[in-house]
Every structure is written in C-alpha cells, then in structure tokens.
C-alpha cells in the first residue's frame, strides 16, 4: 500500500479526482528549477515543473515531457525520491488530488523549441526559497527531502 504524507485541504462539496503525477528537482550551482506561473485573473505563483501523467506515459516520461514544455529544458529522470498527495483546485476550479512522484534530474540541454506554455517561466531560487515560495505544500516538503538526502 501506498504510504505518502496528504497535503492541502478538502472543500465542502467537492469531488476530488485523483490524478497520477510527476514532478522533478533539478538543481544548478546550489539552485533549483521552478516555474512562476502566470494567468489572468490570478496572482503569479510558483510550482516545480512537472504535472499530471497522460495515458500511457509512466511517470518519469511525463516529468521529461513536462520539463520540455513548461521550462523548455531536456532532462533524465533518475531514481524517485519521494511521494505525497496535494488536494487542489486548478485554475479552471476543478478539484484534484495529486498523486505525486518526485524525480532527482539531471539536465541534458537547453531546447526552447520544447517550450509551449507561455505561462510558465524557469526560475532559479536557493533552496531555502524555493521551499517558502512554493504554491503546494507537497512541493515545499519535497524540496525539503531532497535537501535532507
């Protein structure tokens, strides 16, 4: 049985998917790779790379693909270090429930043809805050793991 730590709260009234995820840490001269999402109507945040898995794709695909679309970089997943759940509404306010795999990466290049989410912009922060700035709870304790390892 799955024994990953839950973060977020559950909304009266709403139904909460779950949804299979993949998120990485990549880290460069003593900083890690975040994304600082921005839409309308919201004020900007700041996530790990990485996101709900596609049929078919196991979960170290979809963190090279999402990495390749969000932060336009090429990277390999090496071995998963942790996992925890995050109760959330998106942006649209859909209820989900993260089922997250976290990767340690390794970056292969820079390729901003990968890039397609103009939202989304790469980010460098010092550990320390990258874990105070993070949107999800699951992604600040993951951070903190990683740096406990």
Same mark, same amino acid.
């Given at each position: 049985?799955?024994?990953?730590?839950?973060?977020?709260? &559950?909304? *009266? $009234?709403? #139904?909460?998917?779950?949804? *299979?995820?993949a998120?990485?840490?990549?880290?460069?001269?003593?900083?890690?790779?975040?994304?600082? =999402?921005?839409?309308?109507?919201?004020?900007?945040?700041? #996530?790990?790379?990485g996101?709900?898995?596609? *049929? $078919?794709?196991?979960?170290?695909?979809?963190v090279?693909?999402?990495?390749?679309?969000?932060?336009?970089?090429?990277?390999?997943?090496?071995?998963?270090?942790?996992?925890?759940?995050?109760?959330?509404?998106?942006?649209?306010?859909v209820?989900?429930?993260?089922?997250?795999?976290?990767?340690?990466?390794? &970056? &292969?290049?820079?390729?901003?043809?990968?890039?397609?989410?103009?939202?989304?912009?790469? =980010?460098?922060?010092?550990?320390?805050?990258?874990?105070?700035?993070?949107?999800?709870?699951?992604?600040a304790?993951?951070?903190?793991?990683?740096?406990?390892?």
């Amino acid at each position: 049985m799955r024994k990953a730590p839950q973060f977020g709260d &559950l909304l *009266p $009234g709403r #139904d909460y998917a779950d949804r *299979p995820a993949a998120f990485g840490l990549l880290e460069r001269d003593g900083q890690v790779a975040v994304v600082r =999402v921005t839409k309308p109507d919201a004020q900007p945040w700041f #996530d790990l790379p990485g996101g709900g898995v596609d *049929p $078919g794709e196991t979960p170290d695909q979809a963190v090279v693909r999402e990495y390749g679309e969000e932060a336009g970089l090429k990277v390999r997943a090496g071995a998963p270090f942790a996992e925890a759940d995050q109760y959330f509404l998106n942006t649209e306010g859909v209820a989900w429930n993260n089922r997250s795999v976290f990767y340690r990466l390794e &970056l &292969l290049a820079t390729d901003p043809s990968l890039k397609i989410e103009d939202d989304h912009a790469l =980010v460098w922060l010092p550990p320390l805050e990258a874990i105070a700035s993070l949107r999800h709870d699951s992604h600040a304790w993951a951070v903190a793991a990683w740096l406990r390892a």
